[in-house]
């Protein structure tokens, strides 16, 4: 995908399979790029390899900070663990990992919570994708990350990746709340504040048709096996292994908020565990 740069306020984005950004010495994830050589910090939305998969060669290129979340600091020291968290800590076999957890190692020299930001550039905590996903507000220009899934991405894949959906709901409040002028998504193309509340709407709707979808399958108790089956079926998502376990790890984060909020209940029997949407 042939990158674009355009300037939005004060800053630099650069638009490509991975969106960036450039403000001052600060770039906000990171791409093939030519970086400035007084780069100061490498601010990484979270620990998925296309976001922070160039931050190892730009660190040594330009001596800059590599500054991440605390939360997700480890995926990105350590990809492997992501890779092994998918598939129950186990190692999965190469053909079921996803290159988005495929990531080189890259030393995290400070925590966004511990990073001294000033004047115009401010992080915002937007959990659910990962447990400590950020975005970054750069005079006016909210990067996002994978936060918020545009419409255009939602077409492209029909359950995309969230670990906790209910966090994830709440940061799309977050966004909703937040000041700014321009959004930049991690994927897909940039939108005013005005437009941005429509893709937050669709967002909470298509979450929310997923969980119906859920609950009406469960009307009858299935397995967990039986479920995913029933959920990427109906959703005619794509039949490979690496893109089945990233469903597994949604479906799941579906189902644990659907327990939480009382709407489902699951019990094992021989072997095996059940799920049930509640009368």
Same mark, same amino acid.
């Given at each position: 995908m042939k990158q674009k740069v355009i300037e939005l306020n004060?800053?630099?984005?650069?638009?490509?399979?991975?969106?960036?950004g450039l403000y001052e010495n600060?770039?906000?994830d990171t791409a093939v790029i030519d970086t400035p050589l007084d780069l100061g910090a490498i601010l990484?939305?979270?620990?998925?390899? *296309?976001?922070?998969?160039?931050?190892?060669?730009? !660190?040594?290129?330009?001596?800059?900070? +590599? +500054?991440?979340?605390?939360? *997700?600091?480890?995926?990105?020291e350590i990809p492997e663990v992501n890779v092994r968290g998918m598939f129950s800590w186990a190692r999965p076999p190469i053909e079921m990992t996803t290159r988005f957890f495929l990531? =080189?190692?890259?030393?995290?020299?400070?925590?966004? =919570?511990?990073?001294?930001?000033?004047?115009?550039?401010?992080?915002l905590l937007l959990p659910g994708h990962t447990m400590g996903h950020?975005?970054?507000?750069?005079?006016?220009?909210?990067?996002?990350?994978?936060?918020l899934y545009p419409k255009a991405v939602w077409e492209r894949h029909k359950l995309p990746y969230s670990i906790d959906v209910e966090l994830t709901r709440r940061s799309l409040d977050a966004i909703e709340?937040?000041?700014?002028?321009?959004? +930049?998504?991690?994927?897909? !193309?940039v939108m005013s504040k005005d437009e941005s509340a429509g893709q937050i709407t669709f967002h909470l709707e298509r979450l929310a048709e997923i969980d119906s979808m859920i609950l009406r399958l469960l009307t009858r108790a299935r397995s967990t096996e039986e479920l995913i089956y029933a959920v990427l079926k109906e959703l005619?998502? !794509?039949?490979?292994?690496? !893109?089945?376990?990233?469903? +597994?790890?949604?479906?799941?984060?579906?189902?644990?908020?659907?327990?939480?909020?009382?709407?489902?209940?699951?019990?094992?029997?021989?072997?095996?565990v059940y799920w049930k949407a509640n009368e």
């Open positions: 004060d800053v630099t984005c650069i638009l490509g399979k991975t969106n960036v600060h770039l906000i990484i939305t979270h620990g998925h390899a *296309d976001h922070f998969g160039w931050a190892s060669t730009l !660190q040594r290129r330009t001596r800059a900070l +590599v +500054v991440a979340p605390k939360e *997700d600091a480890f995926l990105i990531g =080189e190692a890259c030393t995290v020299d400070r925590y966004t =919570e511990d990073y001294p930001f000033e004047g115009k550039i401010a992080p950020t975005g970054y507000l750069c005079d006016g220009v909210l990067f996002a990350g994978d936060a709340n937040a000041t700014f002028d321009w959004l +930049v998504p991690g994927h897909g !193309q005619n998502v !794509q039949d490979n292994l690496a !893109q089945y376990w990233l469903s +597994v790890t949604t479906i799941k984060g579906h189902l644990s908020g659907l327990v939480s909020t009382y709407k489902v209940a699951y019990d094992i029997t021989d072997h095996r």
